[in-house]
């Protein structure tokens, strides 16, 4: 791998001109414009004036799910079950599909629906009769299976085709149980997309075998991203004899692979009026369910995060709803270690401190605030100023990660990084403003901790064509990246 010498930049926030060296794999030299001789083994890249950044991470995707998302039909923005109807219909009609496998729609948003009830299976048995039709809830908690589906699934009989939580994941699983030829193809089409966002790595979170995945997707040639992997409870022990620790490098993976944590998934979501709060959801008074759904109970969870914690693994927790938080921190607590809670949606007032006093860090994903805003003004009615609070998070000391959950919300950091700093999307209004964070502090959480770049660190870096810390937080999203590095070797150049 030849040197690379970026002449003529700029570092974001910064007024002065410089030259970035890259060399084995590093950062070597960052020095004023004209300081030094360019060196004669560097390939010379003039960057005239743009802006050389960290590479960004996404800290939380489901990256197999992402990239099966383009074979799959696109159901977001639709406001009720007969816009639903219609717009399948019109779907199906207007494209070929390989009726040979399951038909998979996705993005379905129902909580503010004044039809959702009538989503049934025996309504979708209209759209497709006698294929398998499923379909996906954006939050990947809930989905609707047609009769066929429901008899392919082994669930003849189901009364409505509608599952949540844990039996939504048992499809989900099979669903994207596709042929590895296929599945990686996607997966490294999806990686070079991201590439093209100056994102340098992920945290994937799927619920796979996760290790097995990438290690094959690397040894076929996928190395344009850095891969954080999670472990789910059915892997653990796997896991563990294997000796994965979080944080080490897996052998034979150039570098690319490393252990992430081990993710435990504790409540629901918020569209699918699973997350587990202290109060009831509108319209669900009096029911079994009406505060949301504890998926494991906190000794079982303590159980699980010991087992994990005593073999190197760091824990990621799944909490939305406020009583889920308290409960995950409670746990964090009585375990006497830190780790992660992944979404942090619903934080009750007293448990923000308890973020930075325990070392737990708060892994979020500011898009999720701008597509279920108006369903939290709803269905968390006067809670909202601790809904999505990463201004309060990051007052009370916590450290935070910014991520997407792919494909829950597209895996595109500067979007992330535009909702976290300005509330805002589509020219609305900003929605609790006071939760806004600086721009400084999205691209840190969003580079793994990294505020600007600097001399010895990994050359993994963006360049892009605006200056990140001073245009306005609208403009963040569609940033003009013009070329990624990772480790030094370009894995997106349009310069």
């Known amino acids: 791998m030849s040197d690379v010498f970026l002449r003529g930049g700029l570092v974001a926030g910064h007024d002065a001109v410089c030259d970035v060296l890259l060399a084995d794999g590093r950062i070597r030299a960052i020095v004023p414009t004209g300081i030094v001789r360019t060196p004669a083994s560097a390939e010379v890249v003039d960057l005239d004036g743009r802006f050389v950044i960290p590479g960004l991470y996404d800290n939380h995707v489901h990256f197999t799910q992402w990239a099966l998302l383009r074979s799959r039909l696109d159901l977001s923005g639709i406001g009720s079950t007969r816009e639903l109807v219609m717009q399948l219909q019109r779907l199906i009609d207007s494209r070929p599909l390989d009726v040979s496998r399951p038909v998979i729609g996705f993005g379905i948003r129902d909580g503010l629906w004044p039809d959702a009830d009538a989503l049934h299976s025996s309504l979708l048995d209209t759209v497709l009769p006698g294929k398998t039709l499923v379909l996906v809830s954006a939050d990947l908690h809930g989905c609707w299976l047609n009769s066929a589906a429901l008899a392919e699934f082994g669930l003849t009989g189901h009364p409505t085709g509608h599952l949540r939580e844990d039996d939504c994941f048992a499809v989900l699983k099979r669903l994207d149980d596709v042929p590895d030829n296929i599945g990686d193809e996607l997966v490294a089409r999806a990686a070079e997309a991201a590439a093209r966002l100056g994102v340098v790595g992920i945290v994937d979170l799927e619920m796979r075998d996760n290790l097995a995945d990438w290690s094959r997707r690397i040894s076929a040639g996928i190395r344009s991203l850095r891969v954080s992997f999670g472990i789910y409870a059915e892997h653990l022990e796997q896991g563990i004899r294997a000796g994965l620790r979080s944080g080490d490098i897996v052998p034979g993976t150039e570098g690319l692979l490393t252990v992430g944590p081990f993710k435990v998934i504790t409540d629901g979501s918020l569209n699918t009026r699973t997350a587990f709060c202290y109060d009831e959801y509108e319209g669900l008074e ?19 995060l010991e087992r994990a914690t005593s073999a190197g693994l760091t824990p990621a927790v799944h909490a939305i709803g406020d009583h889920a938080n308290a409960l995950a921190l409670d746990t964090f607590e009585r375990l006497g270690s830190g780790g992660r809670i992944e979404h942090a949606q619903l934080v009750s007032a007293t448990d923000f401190a308890r973020f930075a006093r325990l070392g737990v860090v708060a892994s979020v994903q500011p898009e999720h605030a701008m597509d279920d805003r108006d ?8 809670r909202t100023d601790r809904a999505f609070a990463f201004g309060s998070l990051r007052a009370s000391g916590a450290a935070l990660l910014l991520g997407s959950d792919a494909p829950v919300a597209p895996l595109d950091p500067w979007q992330t990084m535009a909702a976290a700093v300005s509330r805002s999307r589509e020219a609305r209004a900003p929605w609790h403003a006071e939760q806004r964070i600086t721009a400084e502090a999205a691209l840190a959480a969003s580079t793994n901790g990294y505020a600007a770049i600097g001399v010895g660190m990994p050359a993994d870096i963006a360049i892009t064509e605006r200056d990140p810390l001073r245009v306005a937080p609208s403009d963040l999203r569609g940033m003009p990246v013009a070329a990624t590095y990772l480790a030094g070797r370009p894995t997106h150049f349009a310069l």
């Open 375 to 382: 369903i939290a003004d709803r269905y968390w009615n006067g």
């Open 286 to 304: 009096g029911s079994e369910h009406s505060r949301g759904l504890l998926t494991v109970a906190p000794d079982a969870l303590l159980a699980l």
